[in-house]
């Protein structure tokens, strides 16, 4: 009974804190409100927190500025994640120890297949989801709901979708139960498995000293608890919260602002940013699956009906596919779902994209994160231009025609132009789809500099040729369409507002292009990379790569996430459909919020996933066996032929590129 007070009265303490949050928050969106000074849309291409590099080194937030601001609200409506969990002060060495080989034990199921981690995998990186739709179980059968992530799970009000299980304790007692789980027909026998392990006995003995026969089920879910306790999450959002401005970029700053403004803090408050409510799914429109009643099953209420455990959106990023039913595989999707069921809004693509850059910051930084690659390179600034700099005047005018077309393609010279001799692009993809930023980004293809390179040779014309040309190749292969007229109006727009993004960047600036990708010498493992994929990308490009249109822009938009294959990618002659060429990009960029120089993903995983991408089907290009009239310049990773060698379409696609390489040198 002790017990259960205690935790009933954590709960209305915490109940209280949220209230003087929102309360505090309040306040502060309102003075924010009141700024005309907060960070734009129009000028976050220059804050150069954009490529921060030295994590050592903090900034602090000064009260009175956009980002002082911001940190007052962020801190009343979210507050600080604790030091460790609740419970955990009573957690031993020894049991926290056994806790942890418990949860990666596998005879605890019925065919000994199945252990904690395989639904809730935390090695390798992971984030403690499976990936799958919904959980399934040691007899190859798939539950009704998708399995949730552990880290920082302890934090939260309840466990499971349906808030049934009030500790750590009582849920880690669940799945070995479950016939659509692990299916153990009972408590005892799960102890009589472990027990005729050897190293068991001991271990359970040291974790609980004063028990003559600790072997028992109840002690198994107290040793795994207590593990699970250790299992927390921080990302570069907690340093935000400590004070450092320079843990997020100006357009992660903008979505922490569209998240709270449109009202998603509601429900996602407190240092979880979420897992502490209780809410009805579908609140203004109704949510397709009427079949889980949720929380319903549990109180047997009326107004329970539909009711889920908000979940926390720690991670969120790495946790794909969404919903208690796992229905939605990427996160823009969910984003705009919710909003729509629960607040009656339809969001813009610039606030999906906003709030999807500020959820990438509760990623966990150790999972998220590599050690700084060493730059040996010219110092020169790389200090992107202010949108509001742009000239008055015709000139000007031209400079933000351009940046509109780069930024907004297929509604301007794609389907979505009411003009249909306007209609240059095939697809719903957007020249800024590829080129990060706004063209602005250091490796994310930036467009920074680009005049200083044009015109230049390309093998695959043997040419000299212009930035035009560049351009309509682009539109010919990445956008699947066809070329501008190069005297038109719209590639002179382009041209100035490459020209004025490239007009005081050095010669020798180090950022161009994408970082040279160092890859393994072997065949790519496109089985691995369909794994790696649905670990890092499936969140934002979907299950299927098919990226996400909003329903503000309708299913005639463009994707607010670009598709990575199918009709709506660029097709087989794409630079992007070369093996190295994606690798090298995903690797300075993938996932969303990666830094160039603090790669999320190896170098084999990145290889794989690329090759992945490659085995996808897309668009296909005629009159390809044209390209490289000199074959000798044919990249090793073209995946068409005709080859100046004769090693395999297969190899030149998928590798090892290294035997090609050799054999060009040779020759």
């Known amino acids: 009974m002790d017990i259960h007070n205690r935790k009933r009265r954590s709960v209305i303490k915490k109940w209280i804190e949220v209230a003087i ?19 734009s849309e129009d000028s976050y291409q220059s804050i150069p927190k954009d490529e921060m590099v030295d994590s050592s080194r903090t900034i602090q937030a000064e009260p009175g500025t956009p980002e002082g601001v911001l940190l007052m609200q962020a801190q009343a409506l979210f507050g600080k994640l604790p030091a460790s969990m609740p419970g955990s002060e009573d957690d ?106 050897e190293h068991y006995p001991d271990e359970f003995k040291k974790a609980f000293p004063n028990e003559k026969d600790p072997v028992t089920f109840d002690n198994f879910a107290k040793a795994v608890a207590a593990f699970e306790r250790t299992l927390i999450s921080r990302g570069r959002f907690d340093r935000f919260i400590d004070g450092d401005i320079q843990a997020l970029t100006g357009r992660e700053m903008e979505g922490m602002r569209s998240f709270i403004s449109v009202g998603c803090v509601q429900c996602h408050s407190g240092p979880n940013l979420g897992g502490m409510t209780y809410q009805k799914l579908g609140v203004f429109h109704d949510y397709t699956n009427t079949e889980d009643v949720g929380r319903f099953e549990v109180t047997n209420e009326e107004s329970d009906k539909y009711v889920f455990k908000v979940p926390m959106l720690r991670n969120v990023t790495l946790t794909a596919p969404y919903f208690h039913d796992g229905e939605v595989s990427n996160l823009a999707e969910a984003i705009d779902k919710m909003a729509h069921m629960q607040l009656n809004k339809k969001l813009t693509d610039k606030e999906i994209n906003h709030i999807l850059r500020f959820l990438t910051t509760l990623a966990d930084e150790d999972r998220t994160t590599a050690e700084p690659i060493e730059v040996k390179a010219s110092a020169a600034a790389w200090e992107p231009p202010l949108m509001k700099d742009i000239p008055q005047g015709e000139e000007g005018d031209l400079i933000r025609y351009g940046a509109l077309l780069l930024s907004d393609t297929y509604a301007q010279l794609g389907a979505g132009a009411k003009d249909k001799n306007m209609h240059f692009s095939g697809n719903t993809l957007n020249c800024t789809s590829c080129h990060q930023n706004k ?64 007009k005081d960047m050095p010669e020798d600036v180090y950022g161009q292009g994408t970082p040279q990708f160092e890859n393994p010498n072997r065949k790519a493992d496109v089985k691995n990379g369909e794994v790696m994929y649905k670990h890092y990308c499936m969140s934002c490009h979907g299950k299927n790569g098919e990226g996400y249109q909003s329903m503000s822009s309708g299913i005639a938009g463009s994707h607010v996430v670009p598709p990575l294959w199918g009709p709506n990618s660029y097709n087989n002659g794409a630079g992007m459909n070369r093996l190295l060429t994606n690798a090298a990009f995903v690797h300075s960029n993938m996932p969303l919020g990666t830094r160039w120089n603090r790669p999320a993903i190896t170098n084999e995983d990145t290889y794989d996933i690329s090759a992945y991408l490659s085995s996808k089907d897309r668009p296909q290009m005629s009159g390809l066996e044209e390209d490289y009239p000199k074959l000798e310049k044919k990249p090793v990773d073209s995946p068409y032929p005709p080859y100046p060698d004769k090693f395999s379409q297969e190899q030149h696609t998928y590798g090892p590129f290294q035997p090609i390489k050799d054999a060009q040198k040779k020759e």
């Open 21 to 39: 949050f929102l309360i505090m928050g309040l306040s502060t969106l309102i003075f924010s409100c009141t700024r005309r000074n907060l960070i």
């Open 92 to 197: 031993t060495p020894a049991l926290i120890a056994l806790g942890k080989k418990l949860y990666f034990e596998k005879a605890i199921s019925i065919n000994k297949t199945q252990s904690c981690n395989s639904c809730h995998p935390i090695d390798n990186k992971g984030a403690g989801a499976d990936h799958f739709k919904t959980g399934k179980g040691a007899l190859g059968k798939f539950g009704p709901r998708n399995d949730p992530s552990t880290l920082n799970a302890g934090y939260q009000i309840a466990q499971f979708w349906d808030g049934r299980a009030a500790t750590l304790e009582d849920q880690a007692k669940g799945p070995p139960l479950a016939h659509v789980e692990m299916a153990m027909p009972n408590g005892e026998a799960v102890a009589e498995r472990l027990k005729a392990i």
């Open 439 to 502: 063209g602005t980004k250091r490796f994310g293809l930036p467009w920074m500099g680009v005049s200083q390179r044009y015109p230049r040779y390309r093998g695959r014309e043997d040419k000299v040729s212009g930035l035009e040309e560049r351009i309509n190749g682009c539109f010919i292969r990445s956008m699947n369409g066809k070329p501008l007229p190069e005297d038109s109006k719209e590639m002179k727009a382009m041209i100035a507002h490459l020209n004025w993004l490239s």
